[in-house]
Structures are given as structure tokens and as C-alpha cells.
């Protein structure tokens, strides 16, 4: 939904904004999952290692942008962190139970999501760039991955250990649904708050 916003002809958007490489890929990742996983019934362990690695540089390349490239050495440290996680994620992968190497790339994620948005508001705030935080684009892309990140934190987290307990993983997986729905629902609010070029 949020890439269909993005093509409105009626508006003009700025096509080169950081965010356009992460909202491109939310619109793969739905086509993906539901053709290749509910249609041709493709296992999505693959899906989801893979997509791990592109969300990260997809939402690195978005904050980075977005600090006008201060914190270079937070960055690289934050980049050179995501690739030991990743690494050790994919040691530990198989492709009958990836549910471990899922939770190292989501606690990175998580961390990486905390530090990035603090970093943000920091500036923000340092500077006193934006007087109403409600028409800026930025500050709905920022506030959908911390509620995304923080809320499927513990999800993640957990996970295992709920599924082996059958009776709550239905409801446990209705809290990924509603932070996924919000996500998206700032993602659109986002897009159309965006600048023209």
C-alpha cells in the first residue's frame, strides 16, 4: 500500500527519499509472501534470512540519510556489528528451524532501530529543526519502527518458547499482525506528508 501511495500521479513525491528503498522492499516482501509462501508454498526460511539482511540495509541506509551523515563512526560500528550478527545468524541457520538465527537478526534490528531513532530525536532536538512534528514525513517513518521494532521485540525474543506451548502462539502472532498494521498505516501517513522534490 505504502509503494501505491508513492505512484499516486495526482501528487508529486520526492522519489529520492531515503525512505523509498525500504518501502520498495515492504511491497516485494508482500508479493513474495503472498505468492511464494501462500501460493507455491515455498519455504519461507529462506525468504526470511534473506529479507533480514535487506531490511537492515534498507533501514541503515534510511537513518543514515536521514543524520545528514553525522555519527559516521556510530554508523560504522553499527554496520560492522550488523555483519558479526548476521554472520553468526547464518551459522546457526538451518532450513527446517530458523527461529534462532530470526532472533539474533531481530535483536539487532531492535538495538539498531533504539540507537538510530534516539540519534534522530537527539539532533532533532539539538538543532530544533521541525517546529510540528505532525506534518514531517521523517517523524512517521521514525515513530512506525520504533513502535514496529519495540513492539515485536519481545515476540521475537520469546518466540520459541511459545510455540512450544501450542494454546498461545495464535494470539501471539496477532500482536506481529497489529505492528505490522501500524507500521504500515505510518508508512502510507509518511509517504503522503512527503516534500516535493
Same mark, same amino acid.
Given at each position: 500500500? =505504502? ?11 520526492? *522519489?529520492?527519499? =531515503?525512505?523509498? =528503498?525500504?518501502? !520498495? ?80 537478526? *531481530? ?12 540519534? !534522530? ?13 505532525? *506534518? ?60 516535493? =522534490?
Amino acid at each position: 500500500m =505504502p509503494l501505491i501511495v508513492l505512484s499516486d500521479k495526482k501528487r508529486v513525491f520526492d *522519489k529520492t527519499h =531515503p525512505i523509498v =528503498p525500504f518501502i !520498495w522492499l515492504t511491497a516485494i516482501a508482500t508479493l513474495y509472501e503472498f505468492v511464494g509462501t501462500g501460493l507455491l508454498k515455498i519455504n519461507s526460511n529462506y525468504w526470511f534470512q534473506f529479507y533480514s539482511l535487506f531490511e537492515f540495509l534498507t533501514l541503515f541506509y534510511f537513518f543514515y540519510r536521514l543524520s545528514e551523515y553525522r555519527y559516521v563512526l556510530i554508523y560504522k560500528v553499527l554496520m560492522f556489528l550488523f555483519v558479526v550478527s548476521y554472520a553468526v545468524s547464518l551459522i546457526l541457520w538451518r532450513d527446517t528451524a530458523n527461529f534462532i538465527s530470526l532472533t539474533i537478526n *531481530k535483536i539487532f534490528m531492535t538495538c539498531f532501530i533504539f540507537i538510530a531513532v534516539y540519534l !534522530w530525536f537527539k539532533s532533532l532536538f539539538k538543532n530544533v529543526e521541525i517546529l510540528n512534528l505532525w *506534518k514531517h514525513d521523517n517523524f512517521y517513518f521514525v515513530s512506525a519502527f520504533f513502535i514496529y521494532y519495540f513492539t515485536t521485540f519481545l515476540l521475537f525474543l520469546f518466540g520459541n518458547v511459545v510455540f512450544d506451548i501450542s494454546i498461545y502462539a495464535v494470539g501471539y502472532w496477532l500482536v506481529n499482525i497489529i505492528a505490522t498494521l501500524i507500521l504500515r498505516i505510518l508508512l502510507i501517513a509518511g509517504v503522503w506528508n512527503m516534500k516535493k =522534490p
